[in-house]
């Protein structure tokens, strides 16, 4: 007869979730991995767009709870501090890790940190996943990073590469351009960066560093005044958009009476939404 209990087992704490499967390559799967980090107090989890809360809405409360809140401060502090905001990533990743929403996360987490080959792993599987491409050119950088400069030149050949557009297609053109040089191929990475957005009547956010990517091609190849011009567009490019020169500085105001203000905390400089 079944030995099986009629009552439910008790909830593992998170010390006590089960032994790691040896065939699950993820950081937040090893057995010397980190405790989890502090989350700050005015943290709810609820800060995630509709998206991301809509995959979590496949765990458990509890799960989607933690889940939550460590990606929210992952987000929070992906530009702040990277190292930190991957631990957070793996935090979520113990509970989510096979939602695509948090595969993302700790994939450009890692990215951030310049972890390359667990943000190559991670970012592979969200792609797997999701069917997104909008990581590829995160995914030919680590390619790149990891000394694989052919493979990321092989990568942006593929369908869906090619099929990118605007931004994506900006960023993975400034990557592949990088990987053709690696390998002393200045030609290559000319054509690779004339794509449509390479456009002197139109500034896009990415204009500024895809202007000076292909200015330094450019210089390479000896075409000195045709990289001047480029290079002369940069700082215009960059008026129309108000960054570089023109990104109005951040001000914050201290009380006059104190002899050492205090930083600003991270909840104080982030607005609340940030995911």
């Known amino acids: 007869m079944s ?34 980090p502090e989350i700050d107090e005015d943290i709810t989890g609820k800060e995630l767009d509709r998206e991301a809360a809509r995959q979590l809405s496949t765990l458990t409360d509890n799960n989607r709870q933690w889940v939550a809140k460590h990606l929210v401060m992952a987000g929070r502090l992906l530009d702040i501090n990277p190292q930190l905001a991957l631990e957070h990533a793996l935090a979520a990743s113990r509970r989510g890790g096979r939602l695509a929403v948090v595969r993302e996360a700790v994939g450009l987490a890692a990215y951030a940190a310049e972890d390359y080959a667990e943000a190559l792993r991670e970012l592979r599987t969200y792609r797997r996943i999701s069917g997104d491409q ?6 030919a950088d680590c390619l790149r990073a990891l000394g694989k400069s052919e ?15 605007g931004a994506a297609r900006a960023e993975l053109a400034m990557v592949v351009a990088g990987a053709h040089q690696d390998q002393g191929d200045s030609a290559s990475a000319k054509a690779a960066l004339e794509i449509p957005e390479l456009s002197l009547s139109r500034a896009f956010s990415f204009s500024p560093r895809l202007y000076a990517a292909y200015a330094e091609v450019l210089h390479q190849l000896g075409q000195e005044q045709e ?49």
């Not at 998170?14 to 090893?30: F, T, V």
């Open 227 to 275: 990289a001047s011009r480029w290079t002369a567009q940069i700082p215009v490019a960059e008026k129309a958009l108000g960054t570089g020169l023109f990104e109005e500085p951040e001000i914050y105001d201290f009380d006059d009476e104190e002899d050492e203000p205090a930083l600003p905390r991270v909840k104080d400089v982030l607005p609340e939404s940030s995911s």
């Open 134 to 139: 909008t990581h590829l050119p995160v995914i």
């Open 3 to 36: 030995d099986r209990r009629s009552y439910p087992p008790r909830q593992r704490t998170e010390r006590e979730q089960p032994s790691h499967n040896p065939r699950d390559l993820r950081r937040a799967n090893r057995e010397d991995r980190e405790r989890s």
């Open 151 to 165: 493979k990321a030149v092989e990568l942006a050949q593929e369908p869906e590469a090619q099929q990118l557009t």
